[in-house]
């Protein structure tokens, strides 16, 4: 099962982007690497996902190292809604290996 | 709404006793996933079918668990015997397509007395 590791907890300031790391350094070249997102008492939200190339959606942008050994989401201008437990998941023919997330926390 | 739908939100049961959970995808989807979440960890994939078909389970997933898929619809879940460890938020999800977003439904949140 590909593993990924992300810090256990950031904090950012309202208005500013956020980057949130991952390494996932034992993917495979055809796993997708998954972002999802979960508040208190909810399932997990999609955010984003890619292969290879960077990818932009209206929630999120997604940075794939060339290597692919890690990955960035960037959170172009967090709002307190965004304040939740992220998870970047590496795809195994559509398994999902989740880790512990990272807590991301938005302060006003 | 078209989302996932979860059946109960909620169940308390004895030790022993048997539970059964249902998912109902988003329509046209023809995966279908179920996975575990325990407190302050992520979820923990169980098992997942393709339409009717239940391609893999998880080593995680007992003797005492079963889940079916009957017409590649609806899914349910049945925990056999309960046990307090298995006292954990049970989510299901639903994908259109491999390598494909996963859509979650709300869970349903088991205590086991």
């Known amino acids: 099962d590909a593993k990924t590791t992300q810090p256990n907890s950031m904090e950012s300031n309202e208005e500013e982007p956020v980057h949130l790391p991952c390494n996932h350094s034992?993917?495979?070249?055809?796993?997708?690497i998954h972002w999802y997102r979960q508040l208190p008492s909810q399932g997990p939200e999609y955010v984003i996902h890619?292969?290879?190339s960077n990818v932009n959606n209206r929630m999120a942008s997604l940075a794939i190292a060339e290597d692919r050994k890690s990955s960035t989401l960037i959170l172009h201008r967090a709002t307190l809604r965004d304040a939740a437990v992220y998870y970047c998941?590496?795809?195994?023919?559509?398994?999902?290996?989740f880790g512990s997330g990272t807590k991301l926390n938005v302060k006003p | 709404d078209t989302g996932v739908s979860q059946d109960p939100r909620h169940k308390i049961t004895k030790r022993g006793q048997n539970v059964t959970f249902r998912c109902d995808p988003i329509?046209?989807?023809?995966?279908l996933y179920w996975y575990r979440q325990t407190l302050g960890q992520g979820p923990e994939f169980l098992t997942y079918?393709?339409?009717?078909?239940?391609?893999?389970k998880s080593r995680l997933l007992s003797d005492r668990f079963s889940a079916e898929r009957p017409k590649g619809s609806f899914s349910t879940l049945e925990i056999q015997r309960t046990e307090q460890g298995d006292s954990a938020m049970y989510l299901c999800?639903?994908?259109?397509?491999?390598?494909?977003?996963?859509?979650f439904g709300p869970g349903t949140r088991l205590t086991v007395l």
């Open positions: 329509s046209e989807h023809n995966r």
């Open positions: 079918f393709q339409n009717e078909a239940q391609l893999e």
């Open positions: 998941i590496s795809d195994n023919f559509n398994k999902f290996y």
């Open positions: 890619g292969l290879t």
């Open positions: 034992t993917i495979s070249g055809t796993d997708y």
């Open positions: 999800a639903s994908s259109p397509a491999t390598n494909g977003a996963q859509y």
